[in-house]
């Protein structure tokens, strides 16, 4: 950890140097008429992403694609969510199953807080077969929950262990305060930020070089409520776990209660990085994906 911070030290310094020349300016070639107004864009590269922080992103991608289909395997065991300690089937909060119909055909019902949705060819009978989450939803793909647990137990302590060392790594290095705590000037611009994801409309200049308050309050909700929930709801499914602190479910409200917990808290998990995956592409995905690699970020500045 000590190198990795005096690597990153280096670097700062480096950065602090390039800051001060003058950016790349490209101009656009002349006409016999030129415009009134000029404007001239310049290019900027910016260190954003630290090594220890890229190192993290990308062994996160795996383990999480691996987690939540191992998961998803294992909810196909028992395809229900319920609140407490029981499982009673008249009151489950979410259920996907097969209904049989009068005319004989079999269809996929999801059924959500006594609402049901016909999700036939998607969830509960999907190619033939009767199964909440199709097979190529689920790791292992064939009906296998031993199996799935296996790889969802190896691939939960990579996870755990990966987060711990990302989480130390953020507050030594002051990333977690630095980066990711919004501000309160943030905080008061929370309204102005909402409108511009929605039209669309993204932070560039000397704007762009940093996470807006909506990336700030996503990431750090996924760091310090989603990631932890999940462990400790995880954590309070195992039976060894549940002698040695019985606390954890009583906090929780019960074993049930738990595993709902985990399966909201998963597909959190899931919308954040569908939301982040759409954002990395409207937002310039190859200036994206190359300052996760390289932790180098290219900011265009137009002068007018």
């Keep these: 950890m000590a190198l990795l911070i005096q690597w990153e ?18 101009v656009a070639p002349s006409s016999a008429n030129p415009p009134t107004v000029s404007s001239l864009p310049a290019t900027e590269r910016v260190y954003r992403h630290r090594l220890p922080v890229r ?4 062994l996160n991608v795996p383990f999480l694609i691996i987690l939540i289909m191992s998961g998803l395997q294992i909810f196909n065991a028992h395809p229900a969510l319920y609140w407490g300690d029981r499982s009673d089937r008249d009151k489950a909060l979410l259920s996907i199953r097969p209904v049989v119909a009068e005319s004989g055909e079999v269809k996929g019902v999801t059924t959500i807080l006594g609402h049901q949705f016909d999700t036939t060819g ?13 097979a190529w939803a689920t790791v292992p793909s064939a009906k296998w ?19 711990f060392i990302f989480t130390a790594y953020a507050f030594v290095s ?24 929605l039209v669309f409309r993204h932070p560039s200049s ?18 310090f409520i989603i990631a932890p929930l999940i462990v400790l709801t ?7 776990i549940d002698a040695a602190f019985p606390w954890i479910l009583i906090i929780l409200g019960g074993r049930q209660a738990a595993r709902t917990i985990h399966f909201i808290a998963c597909f959190s998990f899931v919308g954040f990085i569908v ?11 190859l200036n994206n994906v190359r300052s996760m690699i390289t932790g180098w970020f290219t900011v265009t500045h137009v002068k007018y």
Excluded: C
């Design 275 to 285: 939301i982040h995956v759409l954002h990395v592409i409207l937002t310039g995905f």
């Design 174 to 197: 002051r990333h977690a305060t630095r980066d990711l705590a919004p501000t309160s000037s943030d905080l008061r611009g929370i309204g102005k930020s909402v409108k511009d994801h």
């Design 206 to 223: 000397d704007e762009a070089k940093r996470y807006n308050v909506l990336q700030k309050l996503a990431y750090a909700g996924i760091l």
């Design 55 to 58: 190192i993290s992103h990308w």
């Design 145 to 163: 929950l031993a199996m799935g647990r296996q790889w969802h137990l190896f691939f939960a302590w990579l996870f755990v262990i990966n987060g």
């Design 122 to 134: 998607v969830l509960g009978y999907s190619d033939g077969m009767s199964r909440a989450f199709p």
């Design 9 to 26: 030290e280096a670097v700062s310094r480096e950065e602090d140097h390039m800051s001060n020349a003058e950016p790349s300016v490209s």
């Design 234 to 240: 995880g954590l309070a499914m195992s039976p060894t």
